[in-house]
């Protein structure tokens, strides 16, 4: 019998995950959540992840509690490493890919995992398997919005027979790269990104701490994300302003939960709209969810979504939705307009008509917030987990 079961833990496929990350964005998450989704449904594959360069230190004991084998690199420049800003940032990747340039080839020719799922600092492995033989089969997961500049698209392009499948978080990316003849189209999947874990949610929303800053009984609009310029927190802001000028008796006010390298001048935005007492900023939170159920509607504004964490956050918790048509997939989950409200990306005037046109019909909007709520359900991590593995499946050779 214990032969058996040996027999058969050796036969097990092995999958190893890449995404060496410099801050705390969605695609982490996502990557963290596929690899602790694979290793809890699957009796079929064993599941690593590679800690390049400390990026996933914290999360060593929830990824060993899941089941998920845990591989330094070697490398631990995590606290070091410069994050903020376009040219810091690039060195730092500069960096990790010279750093962890042979301890990946060295890791990928002794160990000869099935299969590489990589997410963050993509062009790394690409050129690899490029340029050498490996037993691994690679698997591309693109993330957020890719800009095709000339060096991406060319590497794609040449490495193309070399990445074994390419998986895309939205149906509007993946039309996106069959009109760019970047891939194969029968290389291109469509897979959701591992977003909700339902027993969290569950234990997560009985939690009705919310902290001195927040009023329980004050009406919010709610804003959740990093704040960054992709986010367009200042959008919002000079939106929300536009909203209360020209709807004076509403008493609502505006919360966005978040921090980043824009903070400061979030916060001046805020005192140059005089909107000190209209608009709390808070700090990141563990727990979106218990803001989320108290709050009257989720705005998400961005410039650009894979497809918004938060968005998808937002719909479980049966919370009202208006976004911007931003792409990637924003409009696609929202089924352009069924599931909530869509305004036009970044257009002066489109939010705060969408405010009040939310408050002026909030009743008639109950059937949009039900089908959110449906769609947010084919996010989870178990759903993440069944898709996956039968893309796999199903293009083994």
Not at 216 to 225: A, D, H, M, P, T
Not at 315 to 329: D, K, L, R
Request: charged letters at 25%; hydrophobic letters at 40%; aromatic letters at 14%.
């Amino acid at each position: 019998m214990r032969i058996n079961i040996y027999y058969k833990f050796l036969m097990k496929k092995s999958i190893y995950y890449w995404a060496p990350c410099l801050d705390r964005v969605g695609t982490e998450k996502s990557a963290k959540n596929s690899a602790t989704a694979v290793a809890k449904y699957s009796k079929e594959y064993d599941v690593s992840v590679i800690n390049v360069f400390g990026e996933w230190n914290n999360f060593k004991e929830i990824f060993e509690k899941n089941g998920v084998r845990f591989i330094n690199l070697g490398i631990n420049l995590y606290n070091v490493l410069p994050k903020k800003g376009f040219v810091f940032s690039r060195i730092s990747y500069l960096i990790i890919i010279f750093l962890s340039f042979i301890p990946l080839i060295i890791l990928l020719k002794k160990n000869k995992p099935d299969f590489l799922i990589v997410h963050l600092i993509t062009s790394l492995p690409i050129f690899l398997f490029k340029i050498l033989n490996f037993r691994t089969k690679l698997i591309l997961r693109i993330s957020g919005y890719p800009k095709l500049n000339f060096f991406r698209k060319f590497l794609w392009k040449i490495s193309s027979n070399n990445i074994h499948f390419v998986t895309c978080p939205s149906q509007e990316l993946l039309e996106k790269l069959k009109k760019k003849n970047v891939f194969p189209s029968n290389k291109i999947f469509f897979l959701q990104d591992a977003i909700l874990d339902i027993k969290e949610f569950i234990e997560k929303k009985k939690d009705n701490n919310l902290g001195k800053d927040f009023d329980i009984n004050q009406k919010y609009f709610l804003s959740i994300g990093r704040l960054s310029k992709q986010k367009n927190f200042k959008y919002l802001i000079d939106e929300f302003k536009l909203f209360k000028n020209e709807n004076k008796n509403s008493n609502i006010k505006l919360l966005i939960i978040g921090d980043g390298e824009e903070e400061k001048n979030i916060l001046n935005r805020i005192k140059l709209n005089n909107l000190s007492k209209e608009v709390n900023l808070l700090n990141r939170t563990n727990n979106v969810y218990k803001y989320m159920k108290k709050s009257e509607a989720f705005i998400l504004p961005s410039l650009w979504e894979e497809v918004g964490f938060v968005i998808v956050e937002a719909a479980m918790s049966n919370t009202f939705i208006i976004s911007s048509n931003c792409p990637n997939g924003p409009t696609e989950f929202l089924n352009n307009g069924d599931a909530g409200i869509l305004f036009k990306n970044n257009k002066v005037g489109e939010l705060s008509n969408s405010l009040k046109l939310f408050l002026d019909n909030k009743i008639n909007f109950m059937e949009k917030r039900k089908y959110a709520k449906k769609n947010s359900v084919k996010y989870t991590k178990f759903r993440h987990f069944k898709k996956l593995i039968k893309i796999i499946d199903e293009n083994q050779v």
